[in-house]
């Protein structure tokens, strides 16, 4: 789950991984829950990026 606190900005959330390129708009004040499907066997990994600290 991600979120920020009020008061904050809108701020575009950048998720990759190996077949996800998924970008989640946050508004302050809101949870958002996150799910994925990860592939069985062997390492996983899913990076963000966002344009501000957040």
Do not use: C, Y
Not at 22 to 31: E, K, M
């Amino acid at each position: 789950m991600v979120r920020l606190p009020p008061g904050t900005r809108v701020t575009p959330l950048h998720l990759t991984g190996k077949g996800i390129d998924r970008i989640v708009r946050v508004h302050p004040g809101q949870r958002i829950p996150l799910d994925f499907r990860v592939p069985a066997g062997g390492e996983w990994n899913l990076s963000f990026e966002v344009p501000q600290p957040g």
